[in-house]
């Protein structure tokens, strides 16, 4: 006879699948037909010269920056009590961000995308060198646009506050209004494409589900 986590596991392995299916169909729209236009489209109208699409692309990492810290005070803050809601929701947020962005190296390292553009050391880009596409199993800073390492930092993290306060309604449109302000920034800086930000987001979301389920945060 089947447990209750057994079944929760399942219910979300299922609907993991789903979302990965989907996912996987709006990549290969984006990637064959919207991918291209939109970068073409931002890089003849200068869209990104306007400095608050770069300003909203600097918090992601850095945020990750700080996650061993505020984990590290976090561990201490527990020696003397249970945490508080906002404290466990932040505990998990952190180690969902940092799990998921350690996932997202991986697999930039089995999908080897080009970039929208050349940023550093002539990376061959779709802009930079006419090059598009992916090269699969090769590694490297300069064949790593998918999926976007911002979008999953910043699903794995926001969501997880989404799902620990599904009442507050006031903190789920901070978080969303920020978090889709960085995400549309990474496409208008051509930092990614446009199924980049869709499959980091996706991947993001999954990871902080499972950190949310593994931590026994209330999930809708």
Not at 11 to 38: E, H, K, M, N, S
Not at 58 to 68: D, I, L
Request: charged residues 15%.
């Amino acid at each position: 006879m089947r447990t209750r986590p057994e079944l929760d596991y399942r219910t979300l392995l299922l609907r993991t699948l789903i979302t990965a299916a989907f996912c996987v169909v709006g990549v290969l729209i984006c990637y064959f037909w919207i991918d291209r236009p939109v970068a073409f489209f931002v890089y003849h109208h200068h869209i990104n010269t306007i400095q608050v699409f770069r300003w909203l692309t600097y918090p992601p990492p850095e945020v990750q920056n700080w996650s061993a810290l505020v984990l590290t005070i976090l561990m201490v803050r527990r020696a003397w009590g249970s945490f508080l809601r906002w404290q466990k929701t932040l505990f998990v947020a952190c180690l969902s961000l940092i799990v998921a962005d350690d996932f997202r190296i991986s697999l930039g390292d089995v999908f080897g995308r080009y970039w929208p553009e050349t940023w550093t050391h002539d990376n061959p880009s779709l802009i930079g060198t006419g090059t598009y596409g992916f090269h699969p199993f090769q590694r490297g800073d300069d064949i790593g646009s998918f999926p976007s390492g911002h979008a999953t930092r910043i699903l794995a993290f926001a969501t997880v506050w989404l799902i620990a306060m599904p009442r507050r309604r006031t903190v789920q449109v901070v978080v969303i209004v920020f978090s889709a302000s960085m995400l549309v920034s990474l496409v208008a800086m051509n930092y990614h494409f446009v199924s980049d930000v869709i499959a980091g987001s996706v991947l993001g979301g999954i990871v902080a589900m499972y950190a949310a389920h593994l931590a026994r945060l209330p999930t809708p």
